[in-house]
């Protein structure tokens, strides 16, 4: 427990504060906030109430491309003797994928409407250098009717067996992709279009760079050289390395046929759009920078966020860290509430030895390491790295980092301040939910008090749909 922690709480009214939600994973976060805390919220986009009605439509109207009944007759083969890799991202997307409102199902009978035989059909998940699915989440992710009917397989970054050559990219990459992709007759690419932080944007040429390239071609493109470009961040593709690199590799694999989705701040459908790689793809992300960007006239000295549903583990919720940068104030404070849910809470062993490293040398430290000749790149190596954004920015102090989770001694490794510094010890006893409720609270009035001793009116915003949200400040000109 932090220390001056209760007298923090007993000098700060909140008699007057107001109540917001702040999502917690599948759970809810009752926090009260000072009266006039900013709420940043995506723009407002009407959902699909008929979603298997929007499915049908986008495949029957693709962009930029054929059906995908007509790229079949146009293979030149018989469609019984047509190979065709689909691939599919992994649990720590919400693509909907499985049923009657899921793009896949759709696919599938298309291409066997077709003649084109089931056991001719590879689902491959994407995992770039994600750990492999389980059995439960591919039933979660795809359904059970297609995990027990189809071949469903992960890649293997480094898996040498698995992979293939297609030479180099113009940033003198040598790349290796999945073989079983690669030379299918038939490639289709599926996934989520949403703000991504080093991308710009999720989806479309993603899937296949990083989802089914090699190992040494992901430490290329997670590599400081790509994520230190200024470009390399949300809803920017103009520019940026790690946008450049994975459209060539995906342009030179082949992709027939892309179907990517996009989601209102509730997890809903928006939209689907289908058809060609480039075009399609772009036009999901014009509909994404139109409602996901939010434009900022003023930045905040304390700023809450959360992990969405890509917050499963800490590795992924560097996505709300980053996102938040934006928005909050040099030297401020951003807590993120976090519900750490996945088998393995932090992170693979990688990710959790190469997070202690950078929370010994600091963000500066840890990049020369990496930028050092002799560095042998490590998986996992690049999170870090990007929580190095938001701790040049608030320092480790101004870094809160809220999961029940994430067992309490673990956090000594992970950068920031932990949660746990927060509570009593008799809510350490709590449920996981309830400890988070308790941390983020307790952090929130102990920044409000903090910052009150040095005489600041702290401003307070909260992120309504956490790592979703792109909130941009442009300083106004004089």
Known sequence: MKEGLKEALARIDTKDWRRIPLEYGHETLEIVVPRDS????????????DWRGEIQRAFSNPIGSPRLEEIVKNKGKRPKDINVSVTVSDITRPVPYKGERGILDPILQTLEAQGIRRENIKI???TGMHRASTHEERVQMYGEEIVDGYTVLDHDCENEGLLV??????????????KDFYFADLKIATGLVESHFMTGISGGRKAICPGLVDVKTISRFHGPYYLEDPNATNLILEGNPCHEEALEVAGTVGVDFIANVTLDKDMRITQVFTGELVEAHMKAFEMIKGYAEIPLERQFDIVLTHGGYVGRDHYQTAKAGVGAVPAVKKGGVIIIAANNHDNIPIGGPEYKTLGHLMKLQGPDGYLELLRNSHWRFTKDQWEPEVWAVPLRKVGEEGLIYCSGEIPKEDY????GTSGYEFLSAECEDRSNREKAQAMVQNALICSIDRLRKRDIEPSVCYIREGPYAIPVFRKPTP
């Open 38 to 49: 900013v709420e940043i919220s995506m723009g407002a986009v009407p959902h699909i109430d």
């Open 124 to 126: 491959i998940i994407g």
């Open 165 to 178: 050559s297609i030479g180099e990219t113009k940033r003198g990459t040598h790349v290796y992709v999945n």
């Open 412 to 415: 000594v490794i992970l950068p």
